[in-house]
Structure formats: C-alpha cells, structure tokens
C-alpha cells in the first residue's frame, strides 16, 4: 500500500499536518470527519495513482491544540480555502467525509471556482425532518461502532483494536473539538442549505446504504439540493465507507473524478 | 455553625424500575412518567416543608436548578424562590444556584435575582454553576463553550449589579446595547454569592480569588477537606485568611431515636437518590468539553458515575461521610468530628432526599431543630 509523507503546513498562524499520497497534476483534497484524519483509512493511498491526494488533519484534531480562531465549521472552511490558495493547489478535487463533508460544501458555496469537483460522503451539514439518527454524544464509543458499521464482525474488530495512550488523548480531543464544531445546531447549518444552489461544480454524493448515523435520506436531501449531483450509494455499508468498503469508495471516487475531469478539460 | 434546608424536590413518586430501565432519571426518562396530580401536590409539600425550616429556625434555605429529569423539579427555581420570598420570613434563601452557560440572557438573572433580593430585604443569596453536564443535552447549549459562557455571564452579571447604567457590553457570546437592570439589588453592592461545585481546581481557585463562598457537593468527608484546604491555600495566595463562614458542606442529615432506627427508615431513600436518581451514563454526566482533558482521561480509565459502578449503600455512604445518619447524640458527634476535620461555617443539609415522605421528612427536620442545631451554635469546636 502507498505510504504517505506526513508535513506540517502553516495557514496564518495555524501550523497542522498534511499527509501526501502519490504525486500528479491532478490534486485530491481529503477532508476527514469527527473521527479524525486516520478514519480514511487506505482511500487515499488507492487513488494515489497519478494523483496527489493530500490528507490534512483538521487543527484541533489528533491531539494538537485548537486554535483560538476556531468556533465553526465555517472557520474551517475559511482556513482550507485559504490554504488552497496559499499552496497555489489549482483547482482540487475536494472529498469531505462526515464533518469534513459539511466543511466542504460550505467551502464549494464560498467559492467553487477553488474546486474541480465535490465529493460528499455521508456528509453532516443539512437537516432532513423526522429521520432518526443516532444521538452520537449519548453513545459510549463502543456503542458508536456499532452504530457506524454495518457488518457486526468488523464493528467488534474495530472497536476492540489495541490504542495506545496518545490515540486516547487525541480521541477525546477529537470528541471535544467535534462537540465545540458541531454540539449545536446538532451537526448542521441551518443557513447552508438555503445557498447550496451555488455550488457549480460537478457533485457526487456517496453514501452507505445502511448509514444509521446520517441515513440515506440525507443523500438524498443533499442530491436534490445541489444541482447535477450524482449519488452512490454503496450497499452492505455503514456511516464508515472508508473503512467498511474502502475499494467501493476509492473506484466510485475515481471514476468520479476522471470524468469530471473530463467535463472540466 | 449555620444550617440551611437544601431541598432538591425530587419527583419523588418516580417509578425507580423503569428509571434503572432507562438508565438515568435524566433527559431521556420521559416525562410521561410525570403526573401533574401527584406533581402538583409535591411542589406544596416541599415549599410547605421550606417554611416549616424557617419556623423551626433553619438560617436558610436553599433551591437548586436542573432540567429534564425526575432528580429534582426546578428547572426556573426563581419561581419557587418567589413563591417563598413573603412566607419564609427569617431565614435567608439561596438559589444555589442558576446555571449561567445555559442562559442566552444573563441579564434575566440579574434581574431575576434583584428581585428576589428586593423582595426579601436582603435575605438573599445569589448562587453561580456551570449546571452539571446533562443539562448541556438537556438544554442545547455547546459544552464546550461551557466554561467561557459562565464567566462572561458571571462578569455581566456582577457588573450590572455593581456599575450603575446604562452603559453597554459586548462579549463574545453576550451582547447588550443597554445594560441597566431594574430594580437594583437590596443588598450593596449585591447579595452574596455562593459557588456551588464538585471540586474542581479552577472553580476552588477563582471563588477563593473573589471570596465567593464555596459549596462542596455530596462527598466522602475527606474529600471535602481536602478541596476546603485548597480553599484556604488559595486565599492566602491572594493575600487573606478564609474564614469558616466562606466553606459551605452539602450533605443528607437523617436523625432518628436510635442509630439502627435512623438507618433502617432513611436507607431506602438515601439509596434511590444516591443509586437511582442522582446516576447516569458517563456520556451524558461527562459531554466533550465540559471538563479538562485530564479529568475526562482519568474519569475514562475508571468509567465512574456510570450506572455499571457499584451502587453506594447507605453503610458506605456514612463510613464514607457523605452523609450522617443516627441518633441525635451520633449525628451531633459525627457533624462535630466532620467540622473539625474540614472546618465549615455553613451545612447545606437535605433533610428530605429520594424518595422520603412528607411525615418522615418533617420528623427529621424537627429532630434536627431540637437535637442538633443548638448544639452548633456557640463553639462548634467543642460541640456534642
């Protein structure tokens, strides 16, 4: 499997850590959800053929210290837009899972012109009426496996995996910045829905079938929203793809991508 | 020594099975399990009991705040203090207290509080807590701004109390373009304030810094002491002595003709305060944010609070001296060891807990009038 190079980057006065996979003209931009940088698994490194996948780690995450500038998802989506530009990325393939989901599509409202195409995975964000989702800070974490994969074998693999100390503190960490990120409104802005007809670049909205975190409502809450925007679902899958069904995740990403690029050349 | 009636008005008829069911009596034990009929009747028996602790000489007495849950039936405990600001006639009353990150208009307790001030010429006292970490579920309030909410709304507050208006403020989470409560305080500059806590180091030290009066919540004696020295080392830091009238120690109280009398009555009760009402699961006791990052750690390597700990039972509960239960002679005995070891001017003292009836409570607050109280009032030292 590809190994990353790990850098730490500086946007302002916020350095934080990038992980890059393979190397090309073409960049993905991988933004991870409440889990942290590591819940993408092996998904970058598969389309680390002929394109630089950069996974960065959101500043607050993984055991590093939130900044003071951070209160919102919108101050994340400011920071990655500025380190878009910072970096002179071109024009990237944003992918967002979870809460990097919903960072990314309040990046893609601010400025699509930054992006080549988007790329939502059973993303946080918006509010669909009377579908019941799972009430993650009520949940012991290993509760939360369970609720977040389908296949129950995976879900006790997974959760019973050794961790060292630094993994715990990072994971409480993680827990505390998501709560600060996203306690309320739970898990969405309710001013981004009313702006998501802005986003003009190519959208695919990927979900697992059996997300029960965010259930496949969602998608399709978020497919009518944004116009054009394809869906994947991925079957005998949970809120996890990347780690339930990395090679589904990685090839509709993929194909995905390659023709967008297309549609863009 | 002074003593206050602390009542947290439990819903107190509350089916404890179906609580254990749910795993807490908090936030998601539905209030279908309320009855109005029975509920109605509590909040008279309770406010009844209140002033019968005035009349039977209690300094104080002292309401709380919590929301959704059967633990206790005062999510606006201003009204109740209202209700007791003309019946209650000597002895003071305190809200201990209002949960400021909670509010999205400080403004409304100080005016809230002003009130209550006005209303009883100066019996008053403002408690200030964070509210524990169910009521950021219950009440949709980011944990983690928690601790930045309180103290912005803690300095509001104090400063519209203190600073005549108008005049205007913009905090991060507040902000008034008029600031000019009425009434004023009774009090000058204001009514006392008492910090209600657990026992954590930041709390302890920025009370002892202001000369807030300091309140430990339900502990093993020993804790108490300790987090009372803390107290104390932390005034001298800022250059004083604390005096005794500073440290406030909540516990239960239950006084019965013999020890084995006492122990046998308030057993059931204790236990479904302690073991039912008062327990929950770490997630909601504990949300991200609420606490520092080593407490959560340390708190996570033994997963306490939760329902899987051992429940407590009362014989832990008295050799842990978070409770006195007994014979007037053991309890005068036991209080007087208690102040002596910890050293406190105040016993927030619930002589109603869990599910305890109204005739039990009312024998246990008059016992406690007669057999203990006088005991306490000149050189608690050398008390019993």
């Known amino acids: 499997m590809n190994q990353p190079s790990a850098s730490t980057m500086r946007v302002r006065d916020t350095d934080f850590r990038v992980d890059q996979y393979g190397a090309g003209s073409t960049t993905l931009l991988f933004l991870h959800g409440s889990d942290g940088r590591e819940s993408w698994g092996e998904v970058p490194g598969r389309l680390a053929g002929g394109a630089r996948c950069l996974v960065p780690e959101h500043p607050g995450y993984g055991g590093t210290d939130a900044p003071a500038w951070l209160d919102n998802v919108a101050d994340l989506a400011n920071f990655y837009l500025e380190f878009i530009e910072r970096q002179s990325l071109g024009r990237v393939h944003l992918v967002g899972h979870d809460l990097g989901g919903w960072i990314a599509a309040e990046m893609a409202v601010r400025n699509s012109s930054a992006l080549a195409s988007l790329t939502l995975v059973s993303a946080q964000g918006i509010h669909v009426e009377d579908v019941p989702v799972v009430d993650v800070f009520l949940r012991t974490d290993e509760e939360l496996w369970t609720d977040s994969v389908f296949d129950a074998a995976l879900a006790r693999e997974l959760a019973g995996a050794p961790r060292s100390d630094a993994q715990d503190l990072a994971a409480i960490r993680n827990k505390e910045v998501t709560a600060r990120l996203t306690w309320q409104p739970r898990a969405h802005d309710p001013h981004l829905a009313k702006w998501l007809h802005r986003i003009s670049v190519p959208t695919l909205v990927a979900w697992g079938a059996e997300d029960r975190i965010l259930p496949p409502a969602y998608a399709e809450a978020w497919a009518g929203r944004v116009a054009g925007a394809e869906r994947q679902d991925i079957a005998r899958c949970g809120h996890l793809p990347a780690l339930e069904k990395p090679a589904e995740l990685a090839s509709a990403i993929a194909q995905f991508t390659s023709s967008s690029r297309s549609h863009n050349a | ?156 507050i104090v400063r519209a109390w203190a600073e005549p208006g108008p005049f205007s403020y913009t905090g991060k989470y507040y902000q008034f373009k008029y600031v000019n409560p009425w ?202």
Not at chain 2, 96 to 115: C, D, K, T
Not at chain 2, 327 to 351: D, I, M, N, Q
Request: proline letters at 6%; aromatic letters at 10%; hydrophobic letters at 40%.
């Open chain 2, 183 to 384: 009434p004023r305080p009774y009090q000058s500059p204001r009514p006392p304030i008492w910090v209600p806590s657990q026992g954590s180091s930041s709390t302890i030290e920025w009370a002892a810094r202001l000369r807030y009066t300091y309140c430990q919540t339900l502990s093993p004696i020993e804790t108490v002491a300790k987090f009372f020295s803390m107290y104390r080392e932390q005034a001298l830091r800022n250059g004083y002595e604390a005096s005794n009238e500073q440290l406030a120690w909540s516990n239960c109280i239950y006084v019965a003709e013999t020890d084995e009398k006492a122990v046998r009555e308030a057993k059931p009760h204790l236990e479904a305060l302690m073991g039912t009402l008062l327990k929950m699961p770490m997630e909601m006791l504990l949300p991200p944010g609420y606490t520092n990052i080593e407490a959560m750690k340390r708190i996570k390597a033994t997963r306490a609070g939760g329902f899987n700990k051992k429940p407590q039972t009362i014989d832990d509960l008295m050799k842990a001296g978070v409770v006195i239960v007994g014979s007037p002679a053991t309890v005068r005995e036991k209080l007087a060891e208690y102040e002596r070891l910890a050293g406190f001017g105040t016993v927030l003292t619930k002589t109603q807990f869990g599910t305890m009836p109204d005739d039990m409570t009312r024998a246990n607050m008059a016992a406690i009038a007669e057999e203990i109280i006088p005991h306490f009032r000149t050189q608690p030292k050398t008390a019993a």
């Open chain 2, 1 to 156: 020594m002074k003593f206050f009636n602390f009542h947290l008005m439990p819903y107190r008829h509350a089916d404890l099975q179906a609580i254990e069911r749910n795993a807490s009596a908090w936030v998601t034990f539905s209030n279908r399990h309320y009855d109005p009929q029975l509920g109605a009747e509590l909040y008279h028996e309770y406010l009844d009991q209140m002033e019968y602790a005035d009349r039977l000489g209690f300094d104080g007495v002292c309401l709380n705040e919590h929301h959704q849950t059967a633990y206790g039936l005062m999510p606006t405990p201003g009204v109740l203090a209202g209700a007791l600001a003309r019946s209650v006639k000597k002895a003071q009353i305190a809200i201990l207290g209002r949960a400021l990150p909670l509010l999205n208009n400080p403004l409304s307790v100080a005016e809230e509080f002003a009130i209550l001030d006005n209303l009883t010429r100066g019996r008053f006292i403002a408690g200030f807590v964070r509210g524990i970490g169910a009521e950021y579920h219950a009440m949709g309030i980011n944990p983690a701004e928690s601790q930045a909410r309180f103290q912005e709304a803690h300095d509001l």
